[in-house]
């Protein structure tokens, strides 16, 4: 079982080196970040300086080695465009983004696996029926068009919730939080149906799938053959094993989660990551952009542990120190 | 018993085909047969787009500023024109540029499923019959670019295309940017599905056996691996389809996707979401609503086929 | 009609099973009929697609959708219990039916322990506390014969190999001690080695309680050594049904006389190994009349037109026009 | 009857103390397109940096909206009778810092010294300065290396900081990109100005709050009590946010919401004319073009297709449909606030394409010819539409245009990068000093030293850039002006540049408010007066 940790630990430490290497590369490649610092009326001769002292002619192994070295100190550098650090800007935007991400992945698993149970075990009835094809909808409505629409009914027409940004927060200690006050829980709202209707439509729709499959295994057949009540059944002996998979892939959607809050935030003004990577992109301010790649790549490491220690958890098999018997 | 329904004469090809489980699975779908039209009809228009468009919203000199604006089915106040579903800022035609806005929004979607399908496949049949590292690493990139999000990925893929190709020939490569980044991003599914059944099919004695009578196994393993993977790699791609189709929209709607003068479905939302609280409602909702429903019909489909190729699930 | 002791403990009249598709509705059972006495092992054997399992499902109340019971009754100590409620029909399995399925490896719930799954099923039947509950399991487990039942009662079953699961399977059957027990081809999915362990096990544990057994298998062999009375299917149909020495020694109906031809003799002695050709109907092609007609050498006229109904011939029943003493001339009986 | 009196008396406190404390609170939250960059107020000469920062910090001088130069923490200027070179500030005596310290000749030799480090955004405006010293603690002489007669023009740009304050934090360096700590000014902030930064997130928001002890608050009404800008970057949120009433102001109105907004009882929209042309700039110099389908030659190096293209272009249906009347079509690229325009630079060609086609013709492309256009989508207004109108009116002529559209910070780079990445594209351009010589030096002159640095077109002209060279040295205004008209008459008649129109700018703002459109746009929140209650 430690084993099996390691593994995935070593695992995870190989995939942020690759990511940093595309991080370090795609943006040192792409784009000039002399003229953005600069600013319009920036003379040749000044943009000469710049680059030299941004070390930016230094042969490209150099940089890339300094780049590791320094991102592994949680140094990304100063960010070009607002003159910060780029760690302190990520720690200050990151209570943002992880209240939006987390909301929305709650919402989404635990709206996602009860819709899809019910969908599986009255799976011909008409609500589930409806449900399912409701889902097929939300799986073809593009997050951006949701997020337009919810603005357009509730902060315009109604005028119910606030169409931009976090609404009042509360600092505890380096954290900010929107939780605690009315607005910052009235701002939530549409973020996080908007981040978490896809994930959930997708979780609902493989919590169905899996729990048919289960429900034809034949420890199902014969925990009914012992007459265990169907509920009992459904709820313990099919759920349980159901969920096995779903971690998996709703592991990886968590991923997703963090990379649709790009646009969620966005089309909300939401001021977390995203939005930072956005404007990042948009005044090709490196750091802050591979910092954020980086960020999102330790998320990847950090859910995959999570999702296979869940996994130790949950299925015996692996506990036995046996991962190859789990398939 | 006999069951009365075989019928009195040997049944030719369509008729065969007509009465297959699959066929049957299908027409006792009302809502798979109506999504099914609806994509073909979406399809079709799409590819008969120069034929049935009034304009060719792609040649500016047809556009005349002076259309701009035109609400739909309402003589324009300068021109007079009578455009069907509206004109937006340009005075292009809405009606024409969705029918070519869907053409390149399925060239894309088409395309980079079937640039992800070749190298997904390729990969996957790679990595079950060579085994050992090769499997692991390619097993492991998949593992990775499956927990990318694609959106990230196409971005990443846009930036470093962008950053690689010369200016003056961006926009001409902008549709073939679009097709590999949003074909890198779906690849990882099919590797998956195709190395799990190679690894099926490998073990099988037929493979030793054609090894030793000194034939060379690939050919014969992709024989067999190839009709067994088929049904859940078309699955897989008409999902993919559907999810292409949106993310290039998604992209459009970042600013990375096709180039004004070329839109795209997600190109024209985009415009048209300026246009939200302004009053020009049909620039927005009808590219949406048909974006909405290509989308959904596809989707209907797979759906539908995927049930069908699963058995257990019937 | 009241019924005594001596009075089977299963009945099955006319049992018919059908599965509704869009070719049609297949008939997986055709009025089948048969009994099972208290304390008896019936064998049930045939080829797979022969209705075994599908007798044992409709018994126990499991037939999937779009399978269903379309006539006869099924009944258990002469209590109806084909047309229960479903709720009451769930008390019936384990509490008086109990069955035990084909794999060990996958009749388990591999998530949970072994002394989960023997509590669980054990308190839902009974009114025993869950101290008592385990008390009664680790019995139980020690009864199948796992070794320190007390300590491997917590492990999972992927903990266990696949006889000692099978045991562990058989121990969940019997924790509410039912009057009779469904066994579905319990020994194929297992090690040759263990087969026999595992035969001897569920008789004797069942002669120890006086339960009845049904014993689905497809293995002759099985049958010959662990029945008292054998039943021979043939396309969802009963071809013969009778003692087990006496069917096995003689078999009378064409079928079963091909099958018999199957079995290994231990005294060397093998007068016939005969080898019927063709192959078992597709439940959607079932020729008219006696459904084994296409294969049968023995043939005639009627086999063709009328579907041979169970006869008496001596100790067994067997459904052959060739033992139709009324008549060979194709009158109806 | 002495107690009725009382009594009226109490009630009459009563009600002005209530009317007191209804003006006690009023905030305002200003909604913008995007954030400042930074609040060091010599880090970035940026529009959006400036809007925000001219309310903490102040310069020597202002502008109002209409453009017009006024004192400001300078109460009077003139050059020295005897030295040419030399200007002369006095004070305004009594103001103090946000800190409470008082502000001297000091602060402003140490601002100036400060905005004229290589680090600062703002040393492009004094490069013609030499020295800055101090005469007394009410007087600064700033000494420039020739006469220069337009220096104040630019003082309005340079915002004075607090000697003592940036020397205590360390912040004497403006923003320097290489260091590796946070510079302090960057996050705090220490003006004169009539608001007093609370707190700041980058492209969140802002708070800041009345400087009750403001030393000018007799002369302006500053009845904002907290101002909160908020950077909306979305359009349609942004238009959203004013509609739920979530925001007071907002200052980028996009051109197609304004007519939604004028319609709405409870919201106000000014318009008016904005410092800023925007224009297409030419590769005219290049021997051959990369991104044309034309061999060996350049087609823009012709005049006569600079002048067929400007023909093609229908100014009046850009108005009109692209930016909704919110454009004033121009023939120049300067507009009509700058020293040295006149109505005459300002007309331009009636489309004429038979005209076009032919000229097309007689230099060599009958068939017209294919090139690549590159268009921000996220700096103008509607520029990416402008873009594209462009290219159907081009096309009307034979000219096929591909277009690239991308967002600023890439589109700003191919223009500024040496040599140019991009032969064809569209800029904007405003005066932040109204005067020609701005536009002459950033857009005409060529590329060399700190001159030209976005003129991408690789036009040069040596007989030219000696002209514009002598504009920052001549003291003669009049004769100076002779030489602006001099050099606009040839450079409109070279073509070079193909100007399409001055920006409108719309604020839309609740009716209890009437902030009018600044030229420059930035807004001047401190003149806000709420109107009604």
Known sequence: MLAYILRSLMQGIVVMLAVAFIAFSMFRFVGDPVVNMLGQEATLQDRAELTERLGLNDPVPLQFARFVADAAQGDFGISYRQGRKVSSLILERLPATVELAVLSAIFAFVTGIALGVYAAIRRDGWIANLVMALSLIGVSLPTFLIGIGLIYIFAVELRWLPSFGRGDTVAVGWWTTGLLTTSGLKSLVMPVLTLGFLQLTLIMRLVRSEMLEVMRADFIRFARARGIPERRIEFRHALRNTLIPVITIAGVQLGGVIAFAIVTETVFQWPGLGALFVNAVQFVDVPVMSAYLLFVAFVFVLTSLLVDLVYVALDPRLRSGNPAMAK | ?314 | MPHEDTAPILSVRDLTVEFVTRRGTLRALDRISFDVARGEVLGVVGESGAGKSVTGSAIIGLIDPPGRIAGGEVRLAGERIDNLPPEAMRKVRGKRIGMIFQDPLTSLNPLYRISEQLIETIRVHTDLDAAQARARAIALLDEVGIPAPEKRIDSYPHEFSGGMRQRVVIALALCAEPEFIIADEPTTALDVSVQAQIIALIKSLCRERGTSVMLVTHDMGVIAETADRVAVMYAGRIAEIGPVRDVVKEPLHPYAKGLMGAIPSLEGETPRLVQIPGSMPRLSAIPQGCAFNPRCSQVYARCHVERPELIAVGSRKVACHLYDTRSKSGVAA | MKARVFGLAAALLGVSLLALSAAEARPLKWAAAGDALTIDPHGQNEGPTTSLNQHIYESLTERDHTGKLLPLLASSWRVLPDDPTTWEFKLVSGVKFHDGSPFTADDVVFSYERAMQPTSDFKGYLTSVEKVSKVDDQTVRIKTKGPNPLLVNNTSSIRIMSKAWAEKNNATKAQDFKNKEENFAVRNANGTGPFILVSREADVKTVMKRNDAYWNKDKVPLEITELTLVPIKQDATRVAALLSGEVDFVQDVPVQDIARLKNQQNLRVNSGAENRTIFFGMDVASADLKGDDVQGKNPFADKKVRQALNMAINRPAIQRVVMRGESVPTGVIMPPFVNGWTKELDSFPAVDNAKAKALLAEAGYPNGFSVTLHCPNDRYVNDEGICQAAVGMFAQIGVKVNLVSQSKSIHFNLIQKNPPETEFYLVGWGVPTYDSDYIFSYMYHSRTGSQGSWNATGFKNAEIDTMIESLSKEVDLPKRDATIARLWTRLKDATIYLPIHNQSLSYAMKTSLDIPVDVGNNPKLKMVSFKGS
Request: glycine residues 8%; aromatic residues 8%; without cysteine.
């Open chain 2, 1 to 314: 018993m006999t069951v009365a329904s075989t019928p009195p004469n040997p049944p030719g090809r369509l008729a065969r085909i007509w009465d297959s489980d699959i066929a049957w699975s299908f027409r006792s779908s009302p809502v798979t047969v109506v999504a099914t039209v609806l994509a073909l009809l979406l399809v079709a228009a799409a590819v008969a787009a120069p034929l049935i468009a009034p304009y060719d919203p792609f040649d500016p000199a047809s556009l005349d500023l002076s259309d701009g604006f035109s609400r739909p089915m309402v003589p324009n106040e300068i021109t007079g024109k009578v455009f069907w579903l509206g004109s937006d800022s340009q005075g292009r035609d809405i009606f024409s540029a969705i029918l070519y806005g869907s053409r390149v929004s399925l060239l894309v979607g088409a395309a980079s499923v079937l640039f992800s399908l070749v190298i997904g496949v390729g990969l996957g049949l790679v990595a079950g019959y060579v085994g050992g590292r090769t499997e692991a690493l390619i097993m492991r990139v998949a593992d990775v670019q499956l927990s990318f999000p694609a959106i990230l990925v196409a971005l990443l893929v846009f930036g470093v295309a962008r950053g690689l190709i010369p200016p003056a020939q961006q926009e001409q490569m902008t549709l073939l940017v679009l097709v590999v980044a949003i074909g890198l991003s779906n690849w990882a599914q099919y590797a998956r599905t195709v190395r799990g059944s190679t690894l099926v099919e490998k073990n099988k004695v037929y493979v030793d056996a054609a090894r030793l009578i000194g034939l060379r196994a690939w050919p014969v393993m992709l024989k067999h691996v190839l009709p067994n993977v088929a049904g859940p790699v078309l699955v897989i791609a008409t999902i993919n389809l559907a999810l292409a189709v949106i993310e290039e929209a998604t992209l459009s709607f970042l600013g990375v996707g096709m180039p004004p003068t070329q839109p795209s479905l997600g190109t024209l939302i985009r415009f048209g979401q300026q246009y939200l609280f302004s009053g020009e409602w049909w620039i927005l909702l009808f590219p949406s609503l048909v974006l909405v429903l290509l989308a959904l019909s596809i989707n209907l489909f797979g759906d539908w086929l995927r049930d069908a190729l699963n058995p257990k699930l019937r």
